[in-house]
């Protein structure tokens, strides 16, 4: 008997070390944020922020949203505590959206407050509105209030999956747009009248933690492409011969870029290689009589979708040399790792305007088939 009462005893003792759980608070008691939108005072009024959450449904009620105007982030979170009856968290935040006025002040004190809690995830995603925040989050909550959040994080995670749109994280945010003479990009967002009840329209130039523009899709496109993230998606082309219209399609490929920098004295200059590789999806032949049932035809699709996306890239180009004076295609890394030490100085009064930047786009259509 003595064996039993000693095992016993120490199973008494291991039990008692045990942690348990004594503090658990009930999912329940919390007001869970999913989306958290951020804009001016809704009054014009300057050195206060509006702070707008979508939060996460609970049993019997669906997702909801609520806003909180206060002169700081922090101080909206301690206005909840007098008539919300649940402890407000951040442990599920998905997104942060930022809207069009406050993003052109400046989010420097927003991005400093979410990097300051710990239970928010670097990796969440950050897009900016063309409008308020507030209005967007409304908008997608009434379409669908069980779920509006799932399909609106989806969007952001995935859109490089189909687009040629970037997915920005709030790690990759503060490092590009806070590094000198580099810029973050954003996805730029805009209510609309479909399914989710917004669409993405372009992407947001930012600097220093502020808005200096925003680009359309085309301009989106090149940015992309010329950067070297990682997106697909579809290219409309068009094929003219002596005037005519000959063909007409589209192509869904995915990208590649490769950079190659070199100097001759003062001047450097970077050759950027863009390789797009895909299929073609649709075609809409003019001239059914033309020898188009060949691999020749395929080429002229490359060349024309190599063409215009090379037009697009170099007035992309001018953009970022001429009007924004900002690497925002993320070639200065490569000059930095030959001769760090000659441009570091040059990185906040003027490098990027003064490079060559030659390009190149290599269209591969991998499917022949019938073409007819």
């Not at 052109?104 to 925040?133: C, F």
């Not at 579809?234 to 990208?255: C, H, M, R, T």
């Amino acid at each position: 008997m003595k064996v039993p009462i000693a095992q016993a005893a120490v199973l008494l003792v291991l039990s008692s070390l045990l942690c348990g759980c004594w503090d658990t608070v009930d999912i329940e008691e919390f007001d869970i944020a999913l989306v958290a939108g951020y804009d001016t005072l809704p009054t014009g009024d300057q050195g206060g922020i509006a702070v707008t959450s979508l939060e996460a449904a609970g049993e019997d009620n669906d997702e909801w949203v609520g806003t909180y105007s206060a002169k700081t982030v922090g101080e909206s979170r301690a206005l909840r505590a007098y008539n919300e009856p649940r402890q407000y968290t951040l442990t599920q935040l998905q997104a942060i959206v930022i809207g069009h006025d406050l993003a052109l002040q400046g989010v420097e004190s927003v991005i400093n407050t979410h990097m300051r809690e710990p239970r928010v995830k670097p990796s969440i995603n950050v897009a900016v509105v063309d409008g308020r925040a507030e209005e967007l989050l409304q908008e997608i909550s009434k379409k669908d209030p069980k779920q509006a959040s799932s399909g609106f994080i989806s969007l952001l995670q995935t859109i490089p999956q189909r687009a040629f749109v970037p997915r920005t994280s709030l790690y990759q945010f503060i490092n590009d747009t806070f590094a000198p003479g580099t810029a973050a990009v954003t996805p730029l967002l805009q209510v609309a009248d479909n399914q989710m009840g917004v669409e993405v329209a372009g992407s947001a130039i930012f600097a220093k933690g502020r808005m200096l523009a925003h680009l359309d899709r085309t301009e989106t496109r090149a940015l992309v492409l010329l950067s070297g993230r990682k997106t697909e998606g579809w290219i409309p082309y068009i094929i003219y011969k002596d005037g005519e219209l000959q063909d007409k399609g589209s192509v869904f490929v995915a990208n590649q870029r490769k950079v190659k920098v070199s100097r001759s004295g003062d001047v450097i200059t970077f050759d950027i290689k863009v390789i797009l590789r895909g299929r073609l999806v649709e075609h809409s032949l003019i001239d059914h009589t033309s020898a188009v049932y060949n691999e020749d035809h395929l080429r002229e699709i490359e060349q024309a979708v190599a063409r215009d996306l090379r037009l697009e890239m170099m007035d992309l180009i001018d953009l970022m040399q001429e009007q924004l004076k900002l690497d925002v295609i993320n070639i200065t890394p490569y000059a930095l790792a030959k001769w760090r030490r000659e441009i570091t100085p040059q990185l906040e009064q003027g490098f990027i305007e003064d490079v060559v930047i030659n390009v190149e786009v290599d269209v591969i259509i991998q499917n022949t088939g019938e073409l007819g």
